[in-house]
T-cell receptor
């Protein structure tokens, strides 16, 4: 199993550009989520999904969109990048029976918006 | 409003000694608490957890203590090893719907 994979590893965007961060898992996990990590602020939940076709907002959803058309994939879209979205983004997944507990995290995408 | 707080950004201990990482929370609805460990350039990995119906959970060198009346939990690592050097995140959840993380504590274990 590859676990949770994220692409790209690094990305530089100009203000106003859009892009999609990819996340895939091969563990048949129903629960998937996106976090951003900023210095001194820990990890903050952006969006999460409890299954294909079902998504919900987390703590900091503004400026991001998600969709979940398959169990395996959970892409995160930045609609119009802003410098405040410079961060490290982590995707995570887990079985629905364990909910948000004991999530498996991907290696992260480091995004810089200039 | 930071519902989960780790007030120590960093902690340095000698190899073989005990490491104690602390976490405070404000939301009394939290019913499950977890610790994650993160190495540089990697995603966090689950370390240990505790339900609010318990006050202690042990897994090898790692023990988590929960004091509900004080809304405080701690992670003890005994004995500490250089490979334990990492950032440790405390997290809390209400009914498994989502996790709220603390800011993290950088643990350095010196040989």
């Amino acid at each position: 199993n590859a676990g949770v994979t994220q692409t790209p590893k690094f990305q530089v965007l100009k203000t106003g550009q859009s892009m999609t961060l990819q996340c895939a898992q091969d563990m048949n996990h129903e629960y998937m989520s996106w976090y951003r990590q900023d210095p001194g602020m820990g990890l903050r939940l952006i969006h999460y999904s409890v299954g294909a076709g079902i998504t919900d907002q987390g703590e900091v959803p503004n400026g991001y969109n998600v969709s979940r058309s398959t169990t395996e994939d959970f892409p995160l879209r930045l609609l119009s990048a802003a410098p405040s979205q410079t961060s490290v983004y982590f995707c995570a997944s887990s079985y629905l029976v364990t909910g948000a507990y004991e999530q498996y995290f991907g290696p992260g995408t480091r995004l810089t918006v200039t | 409003d930071q519902q989960v707080k780790q007030n120590s950004p960093s902690l340095s201990v000698q190899e073989g000694r005990i490491s104690i990482l602390n976490c405070d929370y404000t939301n009394s609805m939290f019913d499950y608490f977890l610790w994650y460990k993160k190495y540089p350039a990697e995603g966090p990995t689950f370390l240990i957890s505790i339900s609010s119906i318990k006050d202690k959970n042990e897994d090898g060198r790692f023990t988590v203590f929960l004091n509900k009346s004080a809304k405080h939990l701690s992670l003890h690592i005994v004995p500490s090893q250089p490979g334990d050097s990492a950032v440790y995140f405390c997290a809390a959840s209400t009914s498994g719907s989502r996790l709220t993380f603390g800011e993290g504590t950088q643990l350095t274990v010196n040989p």
